[in-house]
């Protein structure tokens, strides 16, 4: 895949977390530059989703949500509808154990007839973390428009492609959504 552009969704609530959950620090580095080291390796075409200020200090685009408190949803519609590209890397905020070898497996195995490309093991999808293609966005624009706002419901409409992966593989793409999530992480990467 020559061009791709990287959106790492940097909107939500946190209610769980109570703070600006790609600012949460992990090995004293905000979770986001966890992920940005992870992606500069495969591009340096890189845009946040985002309407804080929190995240001025990064020099990378930031753009707005174009419908707000639409989740994930509206931040993927917003990133594929600002793409220049064909393919788009779509992450969350929130996984900051996220390697540029996963990102690398996932890029180099998606095809171009998925719409979706995504990595799933038996007891879990990972759909923030994938490879989505900018020719969707009136599919999505649809499912804002009828408020059918999860991301799984979308994966069900349209042609994608599974990346199958083992149990233990889950923990690098885990997102950590409450304090007592980052408790974990911080004792099991001691």
């Known amino acids: 895949m020559k061009t791709l552009t990287v959106f790492i969704l940097c909107g939500g609530k946190s209610t769980r977390m109570q703070s600006e959950k790609g600012l949460v620090l992990f090995q004293e580095k905000p979770f986001i530059e966890h992920i940005i080291k992870a992606i500069l390796p495969i591009t340096d075409q890189i845009k946040l989703i985002t309407g804080s200020k929190e995240y001025d200090y990064l020099e990378y685009e930031k753009i707005p949500d174009l419908v707000e408190d639409k989740g994930p949803l509206g931040g993927i519609y917003t990133a594929l509808s600002h793409s220049e590209t064909e393919f788009n890397l779509i992450l969350s905020c929130d996984i900051p154990l996220i390697s540029t070898q996963l990102l690398q497996e996932l890029i180099s195995k998606h095809t171009k007839q ?15 973390i994938g490879i989505y293609s900018k020719n969707i966005v009136p ?18 409409k349209l042609p994608h492609q599974i990346i199958n992966i083992e149990e233990s593989e889950n923990y690098p793409l885990t997102n950590i959504n409450s304090a007592d999530e980052l408790n974990d992480l911080n004792i099991n990467s001691i």
């Open 114 to 128: 998925a719409a979706i490309t995504v990595f799933a093991s038996e007891s879990k999808t990972h759909p923030l």
């Open 139 to 156: 599919v999505i624009k649809e499912a804002i428009d009828s408020s059918e706002l999860r991301v799984m419901d979308l994966l069900a």
